[in-house]
């Protein structure tokens, strides 16, 4: 997020019950996968209502997964919850290791707290996997750090290469893009490296360390226009539809959610909105310059 941040009046957002409401039309629309995130979606008060109440297509067969994506602050609080709610594989953001640089990024967070909640999450049975964001002259030097600490406790890793979102100056994203190409270059010296076929129906692609059989997962969006595998779609906290995180383009669902009732007119806009899902996004800094830059923050169409 920006450093001083508006943030939009209640009335704005989707209360808890809309919230179900609309994941609802959507499961019955056949979306078998649901992911909540943020910001952090754990601070939201008596989130775990919704949690308890999308639980109910879990226990039904309609929704196959339900996941979290968090940056594992209130993960000790809420771990035996969420998994008693159906959750069985969530996603923590987390771009360090080091105590300091993690104060530094995230500006007042802890990172004891995080390990305690991955520590609660992992007890209680969920799988996790750590999501990196790849940083040049930040967090290199931790490859392998990070790289063996998900192994030692048989944790899944993604790397992400930084993306032109946000009011930031061309200079700085790429100053801070590292390729993922260089990364994986980096790994392939130490271990035998060898590309996976699955496939998440997401942006990442997958590759096995042979030596000690890890499974790490590469989002280029950069290097590596990853769009012709991707059928995800995102829904802000004010019901705005983003068939693609790379482009501006946008649908409102909110109106037809408090239109009526009754979820045709709903379904109808659901429609509409995936119709419109782009071929790709226009991601480029090939020539030194943020190309396809999105205005609007991470933080406003969610991790």
């Known amino acids: 997020m920006s450093e001083n941040m508006t943030f939009l009046p209640k009335k704005d957002l989707l209360t808890l019950e809309e919230l179900d409401r609309m994941c609802t039309s959507f499961v019955n629309l056949g979306v078998k996968k649901l992911r909540i995130t ?13 949690f308890n109440a999308m639980s109910r297509h879990i226990e039904t ?3 196959k997964e339900l996941t979290l994506t968090t940056n594992g602050s209130q993960l000790e609080k809420y771990a035996d919850d969420l998994y008693a709610a159906g959750v069985r594989r ?5 771009d360090t290791l080091d105590e300091g640089k993690f104060a530094e990024i ?8 995080v390990m305690r909640g991955i520590d609660a999450a992992q007890r209680v049975g969920m799988r996790v996997k750590i999501n990196a964001v790849a940083l040049a002259g930040f967090n290199e030097v931790e490859l392998f750090t990070m790289q063996a600490w998900c192994a030692d406790r048989d944790v899944d890793l993604t790397y992400i290469e930084v993306m032109p979102m946000g009011d930031i100056g061309n200079e700085d994203r790429i100053m801070q893009y590292w390729s993922l190409k260089d990364l994986r270059a980096r790994l392939e010296e130490r271990f035998t490296v060898t590309d996976l076929a699955e496939s998440s129906g997401g942006p990442a692609r997958y590759i096995r360390l042979e030596e000690t059989g890890q499974k790490i997962g590469l989002i280029t969006p950069m290097s590596h226009n990853f769009c012709e595998s991707c059928n995800r779609v995102r829904i802000t906290c004010t019901g ?5 995180l790379g482009q501006e383009g946008h649908s409102d669902l909110r109106a037809p959610l408090r239109a009526s009732d009754d979820d045709a007119q709903l379904e109808t806009a659901i429609r509409a909105a995936i119709g419109l899902k782009p071929k790709g996004h226009d991601f480029d800094y090939s020539r030194q310059t943020v190309d396809g830059q999105v205005s609007r923050h991470m933080s406003h169409t969610g991790g």
């Open 38 to 50: 943020g910001g952090e979606p754990l601070v939201r008060r008596g989130i775990m209502t919704f």
């Open 61 to 63: 067969g309609a929704l």
């Open 90 to 94: 969530i996603n923590v953001s987390l």
């Open 106 to 113: 995230t500006r007042w967070g802890r990172l004891p707290q």
């Open 240 to 244: 705005e539809i983003y068939t693609c």
